[in-house]
Nanobody, 126 residues
């Protein structure tokens, strides 16, 4: 059974940076697309970023495009989310997820992911 564990969240000021990590255990995820989602208080979970199984094709939500970068290190079975120029509206619990289909292209839809981490809190102060 694969498990995902996020880390790297915390409190940062507006304009600051954080790097989230998502470490997988139980089996390799090198053939799976990966994604990051977030959920703010009293809001629905929303898509942030995804990348395909090769790590080449990426997709971002418009709200984070140009500021966030998703990447993967398959040797470490880890996915990253580099977040720069953070804004108060980026405050949320961030979740990583593994795509259902091997060799997939990545997706912005939560239903296309079947393994989720427990989340890590990111708080951006103004």
């Amino acid at each position: 059974q694969v498990q995902l564990v996020e880390s790297g969240g915390g409190l940062v000021r507006t304009g600051g940076s954080l790097r989230l990590s998502c470490a997988a255990s139980g089996r390799t995820l090198s053939r799976n697309p990966m994604g990051w989602f977030r959920q703010a208080v009293e809001k629905e979970r929303e898509f942030v970023a995804t990348l395909d199984w090769t790590g080449v094709r990426t997709q971002y939500a418009d709200s984070v495009k140009g500021r966030f970068t998703i990447s993967r290190d398959d040797a470490k079975n880890t996915v990253y989310l580099q977040m720069n120029s953070l804004k108060p509206e980026d405050t949320a619990v961030y979740y990583c997820a593994a795509g259902r289909s091997s060799y997939g292209l990545g997706s912005s839809l939560p239903r296309d992911y079947d393994v989720w981490g427990q989340g890590t809190q990111v708080t951006v102060s103004s």
